[in-house]
């Protein structure tokens, strides 16, 4: 389940994955976008600055499945549980 | 161990057979600590305080502090093995709180040679540039021990707000961490820590004064 946060309690890059669309899962501490098919760690969102967050923003996903954001980056049956349960 | 298990499980298992080291790594660790701190306990105003707390990390608790370490929150069930709850810097944790300030300067002092080989951890002030907040540190008492304990200084005023803190927010749902971490909310909370730092400020000044002046300072009310 996705979470709309209130812009004042957002960090820039918070502000910015919003006014791209992106919610947030409590549980899998990510931001995520079905539409573009990205989702973005908290940590990786802490830890990278904002043009850097913008270039992944901007980043084309001609993939099929998802592209995660997170360093490290889980494993394809990781991605698999949380698609389970976002889609869920 | 039944590789069938969760790592969840697994975890569990691993914490419960730990947990008489874990208890003794707290005993050590406490004792030490009150060891080092008899002295300035002993030469405490009345109006001062040293408390020394500990707590052990309760088990889903450590599990659930694993996990949130992990990419996007999930264990890898195929790399079971790989996680220990001994990976965890925590398990077994003291926190020394002292009111006034100068005492969490003799505390520190007093707790100087005992924590000399530990990873020092501090918890910057929120502008970066003032006295950190609180001292942490990290470190076993033998090469050979697999718990690491926690030791953490801190002003009494500061350290009863993290602890309200704690119980209030994190506790009942430790993924908050990640939510909780907004710059407004940070704002907010350093607004409260500044302010608990310049209460213990004019209280240490206002004793200072009343010391200059002759005149003792008043019996805490009962």
Request: hydrophobic residues 40%; contains cysteine.
């Given at each position: ?57 901007d980043e084309p996903n001609d993939s099929d499945g998802w592209k995660v954001y997170a360093e490290p980056q889980p494993p394809q049956s990781v991605i698999n549980e ?7 | ?18 947990l008489p080291d874990i208890r003794r790594t707290l005993l050590e660790t406490e004792t030490r600590v009150r060891r080092d ?186």
């Amino acid at each position: 389940m996705g979470v709309t946060i209130a812009n004042d309690v957002m960090t820039d890059n918070e502000q910015i994955l919003k006014a791209a669309r992106y919610v947030y899962n409590f549980d899998r501490m990510a931001y995520y976008n079905r539409a573009t098919r990205k989702a973005f760690t908290v940590v990786w969102v802490e830890d990278h600055a904002e043009e850097e967050l913008r270039r992944a923003l901007d980043e084309p996903n001609d993939s099929d499945g998802w592209k995660v954001y997170a360093e490290p980056q889980p494993p394809q049956s990781v991605i698999n549980e949380f698609l389970a349960e976002i889609n869920g | 161990m039944d590789s069938s298990r969760t790592v969840e499980d697994r975890l569990r298992a691993e914490y419960f057979e730990l947990l008489p080291d874990i208890r003794r790594t707290l005993l050590e660790t406490e004792t030490r600590v009150r060891r080092d701190l008899l002295d300035v306990s002993l030469a405490l105003e009345r109006y001062e305080r040293v408390l020394v707390t500990s707590r052990i990390k309760e088990c889903d608790s450590a599990v659930d502090a694993l996990r949130r370490r992990q990419p996007l929150g999930l264990f890898v069930a195929e790399r079971a093995l790989e996680y220990s709850i001994t990976a965890l810097p925590d398990l077994a944790a003291v926190r020394v709180m002292a009111f006034p300030e100068r005492r969490v300067a003799d505390a520190r002092d007093a707790l100087r040679q005992t924590l000399s080989n530990w990873k020092a951890d501090p918890v910057p002030s929120g502008d970066g540039d003032s006295a950190p907040l609180a001292l942490k540190y990290f470190g076993k008492w033998s090469p050979d021990g697999n718990i690491t304990a926690e030791v953490q200084i801190v002003s009494l005023l500061i350290g009863l707000f993290w602890e309200v803190e704690h119980s209030a927010i994190y506790k009942p749902n430790p993924n908050l961490h990640g939510v909780v971490r907004s710059n407004s909310v940070i704002q907010r909370r350093d607004e409260v820590l500044s302010a608990l730092q310049a209460f213990e400020s004019a209280f240490q000044e206002a004793i200072r004064s009343a010391a200059h002046r002759g005149s003792p300072p008043p019996d805490p009310a009962p």
